[in-house]
């Protein structure tokens, strides 16, 4: 038979509000009978009711994890990451993928949020930076977590998960730079995620603090995509006076870049360097394996979620924002020119 909240409440000699209570997180209770709580628990292998929960009170236990994006991986490592937070704490995860650049967006991000009675949402790139979807959210009052390209914090920022693309980028192409390439190109991604604004502007950076100049013609405006990647490392290989080096704003990029150079005869790396970023699979699956910038987004994910569900009503946490760093992950397909 399923074990009920009575069998709980019974095995731990406390009430039935009082196990409610321990499972909707609620404060003022003593942490002996949290523990108490969670013990009995476990030992009867007990599971919430969380659409009971939803019905039962004010509160909700669904959030929703918002995206527009192509990269099937990003999307799947944001899956799993919110929906390990959302299991441990007792909620439900909706999964709801759009147009971002759709006329309707703002209008159907409020009604999903008012039909699903949401407890919160979970906004990627670029709803998570569209001032229009933040402000019709607002308005309603909406819980929402941010996870967006950015160095720091300030008070517009709201909750909100920082990836410092920028120092990622930086230091990826100071890795070309140092062993010795000079004529660098860009494989950019959409413009309209703020990552691709800051990861050129981190190639950009690093260029300039080397005194290397930086070749219109050797940045290529593009989308992220392996298709993407394809026609930009075309673009770049019939150019007579070719880069040495290639920085690809994603892996899928990138990937797409390797396999145009193998289709022009160009060996990697001993002809043309090629990086990429975020540390997907991708970079992992092509050969050589790529040299990348490792981005958490499974931890990026977990710890946004958490975020949003400690800062819900009378609970406020101290921490309101977190900043991650990307770090470079040197593999096979970069190394000094010839």
């Known amino acids: 038979m399923k074990v009920t909240i009575n069998d709980v409440a019974k095995h731990a000699g406390v009430s039935i509000k009082t196990v409610s209570r321990v499972t909707n997180n609620e404060p003022s209770v003593r942490q002996t009978t949290i523990d108490k709580v969670n013990q009995a628990i476990a030992a009867l292998n007990y599971q919430p009711n969380v659409a009971a929960r939803n019905l039962a009170g004010t509160k909700s236990y669904v959030i929703a994890f918002v995206y527009d994006n192509p990269n099937a991986y990003y999307v799947i490592d944001m ?3 919110i929906l390990s937070s959302c299991k441990k704490r007792g909620y439900e995860l909706l999964i709801h993928p759009c147009d971002a650049k759709s006329d309707n967006i703002c209008q159907e991000l409020v009604d999903m949020v008012r039909h699903a009675r949401l ?4 906004l990627t790139p ?19 977590v941010r ?4 160095e720091e914090a300030d ?16 230091s990826i192409t100071q890795h070309l730079i140092d062993l010795g390439h000079k004529k660098i190109a860009f494989l950019s991604g959409d413009h309209q995620h703020e990552s691709t604004k800051a990861r050129l502007a981190g190639f950009t950076l690093a260029m300039e603090n080397n005194q290397l100049e930086v070749d219109p013609s050797n940045i ?5 995509s392996f298709e993407s990647g394809v026609q930009g490392a075309k673009q770049l290989l019939a150019k007579a006076e ?15 870049a390797l396999f ?43 710890t946004a979620t958490e975020l949003l569900i400690e800062n819900q009503g009378n609970k406020q946490s101290e921490l309101t924002h977190q900043v991650f760093i990307p770090q470079p992950v040197i593999r096979d397909s970069s190394s000094s020119p010839r």
């Not at 008070?155 to 930086?170: E, Q, R």
Request: include cysteine; glycine fraction near 10%.
């Open 155 to 170: 008070y517009d920022t709201g909750l909100s998960i920082m990836v410092n693309d920028k120092h990622g980028a930086i």
């Open 242 to 256: 070719r880069p040495t080096a290639i920085v690809a704003c994603n892996d899928e990029i990138a990937a797409g």
């Open 79 to 81: 899956q799993n990451g």
């Open 260 to 302: 145009a150079a193998r289709l022009e005869g160009v060996a990697i790396p001993e002809e043309l360097s090629i990086v990429g970023f975020e540390d997907s699979p991708f970079s992992r699956q092509t050969w050589p394996k790529l040299t990348t910038v490792h981005q958490p987004n499974k931890l990026i994910a977990q």
């Open 147 to 150: 996870i967006i390209a950015g």
């Open 119 to 122: 407890s919160g949402l979970v």
């Open 126 to 144: 670029p709803l998570s930076e569209d001032p229009k979807v933040l402000a019709a959210l607002d308005k309603i009052g909406a819980n929402y």
């Open 220 to 224: 290529i405006n593009g989308q992220y």
